[in-house]
């Protein structure tokens, strides 16, 4: 049988190639109907390309433009001049890179006067069907609660928010503080950088209650020459799961909390070149890897580990303290 207008002229099969190479491209037997449904199914978990994975960004419309006006970590204060342009068409390729890996993808509108607003990782953390909301201890970030907080209200009715209890220090900058071992263990970075102590604490109870596990770890103040650079937990570790190992930036971690993370996974350590570079901020989606950095040893470990590194220059975000991970808040 004939499926095609080309198979039609030429005859039928020009190829010896097996049947079901492309499920979704190719012709397959299922009738029309039938493909449309599944198109929008995860039918295939493992190797399946549906969409079986929903992000939150934000466009950059209001990034910085030249030197970042506030600076509230040590890669802002260097005050390097972002190119706003060129951060548009950098974030314009991550989200068509995550559109071809077939990731759902929601926007958020962006507001004026909230240009970190593009890093959606900030906005809260996602625990089952519940949302809870940050608090960002640096004041210039504050008001980007309130708009996540509309947005999930308005959006995702199938989510309930959590806020934070008003207690003084106490803060939490969402999945930026958090690195996923898997559905039920998490990691929270906490310490005197961004999400405090009683923070992390209050996410440990909470999702205790859910029975998620939550490990805190203490972010220590770690960089290069008088630099802060590691201030999120994403900046400096990331679990890799097909593996189960670590990316690990190591100074930014106290003794004891290494000898915790070497019980969940073995240790792979950046140098201080990789880790500037925002290595542990990769977005993992299957055997794909978004990063933006990658050189040789990087390669190699992720490609040993099953998975395609994609690179993607983000110069422009990584001028204000941010890499691909931090762009997108992950459902
Ligand atoms: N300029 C932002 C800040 O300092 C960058 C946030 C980066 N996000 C992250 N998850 N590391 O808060």
Redesign the pocket.
């Known amino acids: 049988r004939a499926v095609s207008s080309v198979q039609k002229r030429f005859g039928f099969r020009q190829t010896n190639a097996p049947r079901l190479n492309f499920p979704i491209f190719g012709r397959g037997d299922w009738p029309r109907e039938a493909r449309k449904t599944r198109l929008f199914k995860n039918f295939n978990k493992e190797g399946g390309f549906f969409m079986d994975k929903k992000i939150l960004m934000c466009e950059p419309k209001y990034f910085f433009k030249g030197k970042p006006h506030y600076q ?2 040590d890669w ?1 204060r260097e005050k390097q001049p972002i190119d706003y342009q060129l951060a548009g068409r950098q974030w314009q390729n991550l989200y068509e890179t995550y559109l071809c890996l077939r990731i759902k993808i929601n926007l958020i509108e962006p507001k004026i006067s909230l240009p ?1 607003m593009c ?1 959606t ?2 906005c809260g953390l996602n625990l089952k069907n519940f949302f809870i909301l940050s608090r960002f201890r ?1 004041i210039e ?1 504050r008001k980007e609660s309130f708009v996540f907080e509309k947005h999930f209200l308005k959006h995702y009715s199938d989510f309930k928010t959590i806020k934070l209890p008003k207690n003084e220090g106490m803060f939490f900058e969402g ?2 503080d958090i690195v996923k071992i898997d559905e039920k263990n998490l990691i929270i970075g906490y310490g005197k950088q961004r999400t405090s102590l009683t923070g992390a604490n209050f996410i440990r109870e909470t999702a205790e209650k859910l029975e998620i596990s939550v490990k805190p770890v203490e972010l220590l103040i770690s960089g290069g020459k008088n630099k802060k650079s590691f ?2 937990l ?2 400096c570790l990331r679990f890799l799961p097909k593996t189960k190992t670590f990316l690990i930036y190591s100074p930014s971690f106290k003794k004891d909390d290494l000898k915790k993370l070497e019980k969940i996974g073995e240790l792979i350590f950046l140098d201080y070149k990789e880790a500037e570079g925002l290595t542990a ?1 990769i977005v993992i989606h299957q055997n794909f890897a978004i990063s933006g950095f990658l050189n040789d040893r990087i390669r190699k470990i992720l490609e040993k580990g099953g998975y395609n590194p994609i690179y993607i220059n983000l110069s422009e975000f990584k001028k ?3 890499g691909a ?2 762009l997108t808040f992950e459902f």
């Open positions: 509230i970590n802002m970190d890093f990782a900030n640096k970030r999945q930026g201030y999120h994403d900046t901020n204000a303290g941010g991970k931090c």
